[in-house]
Structure formats: C-alpha cells, structure tokens
C-alpha cells in the first residue's frame, strides 16, 4: 500500500493564480482531511469529507475548494492564491472520525 | 470550540534520558492523538488514546479523559526522537467535527 500520497511536493504559485492540490489514498478510508501547517504552529483543518460526495468545512476554509467524487481522491483546489496561502499543506485519511489519521508527505506552497 | 495547550514549547535531552509530555484539553473529546514530526516533515502518528494507556517500545501515552489531559512518555531518549510532538483533540457527534492541534513540543535529543 502506498498509503496517502500528495503531488506535487513543492509548489511556487503568483499571486492571483490559481491550482490544485491532489491527495489520494489507497486504504479504503471513508474520512479525508485538508490541513495547513504554517511555520512553528500545528495543524488546522481545511476541509474534511466523510465520504464520496460529502464534504465540509473545517476551521479555515476560506480561499479554498473541495471535491471528493471518489473514495480514493480528495483534491483541494486553490483559487486566486493569496501571500497568506503560503503553507505546507497535508492530505490525511481516516476510517472514521474517532480512528488514527494517516498522513501524506505535504506540499509547501508559496505564493510570492 | 476545543483549545488545546502543550507543555513545555521546547525540551533539550541527553541522549540516554527519559521525558514527559504534557497536553491540556478544554472540553470533552472523543478522538486523542498524538504524533510525530520529524526533522523533514514527515507526521508519523504515534498514538490514538482518547482514554487509558498504550505503551510502543520507549513510547508510552496516557489519557485521563475526565480530568482533560494527555500525557506522552519517552524512555531512553535518542536522538531519532527529535523533531516535534502534536497531540490533536477531537470532538465529532450530531453532524459536527472540530479538531484542534496544539502548537507541539519541539524536542532536541542531543548525543
């Protein structure tokens, strides 16, 4: 199993433009998370989705989108990218919300 | 919605040495984790422990969900274990979900 994988690794976007994040998870997991990780904090939650077709937000939403027509992908889409946008950006999975999150290696963005 | 504090900001060990890790939760959670950020980045989840104690090899965590606090035992540190420490408290139930990472502990194992 490859687990929770995440492309690209890295990523320098304008500002204004816009991109997809993609995550992808081969465990079958009905729970997906978005999360950003600005430098020297923890995690926050961007979006999360119970399952295909199904999304919310989370705790900082804003700036950003979701789909999830799959079980296996969780995209998050960046539209009009802002300098507040730069962050490392994690994909997780879950099989349910009360179970451990796996999480995939990251994306750094940076939005000059 | 749920706050979550850990203690202490930064830790320097020995190697050799053994250390606990303290987090404070404010409100009834369901879903306690702990994990590991290593030095490149990489979250490796160590525990999920919303109740109890569970012990992996030098790594032991317990919870007491009624007094709202998580502790994260390391024994025998090396300097492997360096990098920084998250626990995250989460609540979901009636079509909500919040989780709250606390700001981690950076810990230092030095030869």
């Known amino acids: 199993n490859a687990g929770v994988t995440q492309t690209p690794k890295f990523r320098i976007l304008k500002i204004g433009q816009s991109m997809t994040l993609q995550c992808a998870q081969d465990m079958n997991h009905n729970y997906m998370y978005w999360y950003r990780q600005d430098p020297g904090m923890g995690l926050k939650l961007i979006y999360y989705?119970?399952?295909?077709?199904?999304?919310d937000k989370g705790e900082v939403p804003n700036g950003y989108n979701v789909s999830r027509s799959t079980t296996e992908d969780f995209p998050l889409r960046l539209e009009l990218a802002a300098p507040s946008q730069t962050s490392v950006y994690f994909c997780a999975s879950s099989r349910g919300h009360t179970n451990e999150q796996f999480f995939g290696p990251g994306t750094r963005l940076t939005v000059l | 919605g749920i706050q979550v504090e850990q203690s202490p900001p930064d830790l320097i060990l020995q190697e050799g040495a053994n250390s606990t890790l303290r987090c404070n939760f404010s409100?009834?959670?369901?879903?306690l984790q702990w994990f590991h950020q290593n030095p490149w980045g990489q979250l490796i989840n160590l525990f999920y422990?919303?109740?109890g104690t569970k012990q992996n090899g030098r790594l032991s965590a317990t919870t007491v969900a009624t007094e709202r606090y998580s502790l994260l035992y390391i024994s025998s540190s090396q300097t492997t274990d360096s990098g920084v420490y998250f626990c995250?408290?989460?609540?979901?139930?009636?079509?909500?979900?919040?989780?709250?990472f606390g700001k981690g502990t950076k810990l230092s194992v030095i030869p």
């Open positions: 409100d009834s959670v369901n879903n």
């Open positions: 995250a408290a989460a609540y979901s139930g009636a079509g909500s979900y919040q989780l709250t």
């Open positions: 989705s119970v399952g295909a077709g199904i999304t």
């Open positions: 422990i919303p109740s």
